[in-house]
Nanobody
Framework: QVSVVESGGGLVQAGGSLRLSCTASGLTFDDYDMGWFRQAPGKEREELSCINRSGGITYYTDSVKGRFTISRDNAKNTLYLQMNSLKPEDTAMYYC??????????????????WGQGTQVTVSS
């Protein structure tokens, strides 16, 4: 059974940093592209970033480009999202997804994509 667990969220002041982590089990981690998305109350899901299985392709949406960095450690079955220069508008629940399809222009969720329960990020002004 696939399990995805996000961690690392919290409360941070504007301009601060957080590093989110995501562990996935029940699958062969390095067989799959991975991604991060977020959702704030009353807003649509926003796909933030993805990385392909080897780490050779990454994508960032414009709102986080230059501030967030995605990476993966296949030996540890772990995905990361380093978030710097955080803004109040970054406040949301952040989710890690596996079995996505990542390309240089974005990513999408094929049948079988799976994500965790999320980790809350709150940025105070």
């Amino acid at each position: 059974q696939v399990s995805v667990v996000e961690s690392g969220g919290g409360l941070v002041q504007a301009g601060g940093s957080l590093r989110l982590s995501c562990t996935a089990s029940g699958l062969t981690f390095d067989d799959y592209d991975m991604g991060w998305f977020r959702q704030a109350p009353g807003k649509e899901r926003e796909e933030l970033s993805c990385i392909n299985r080897s780490g050779g392709i990454t994508y960032y949406t414009d709102s986080v480009k230059g501030r967030f960095t995605i990476s993966r450690d296949n030996a540890k079955n772990t995905l990361y999202l380093q978030m710097n220069s955080l803004k109040p508008e970054d406040t949301a629940m952040y989710y890690c997804a596996t079995r996505v399809s990542c390309y240089s222009g974005g990513f999408y969720f094929p049948i079988g994509a799976y994500w965790g329960q999320g980790t809350q990020v709150t940025v105070s002004s």
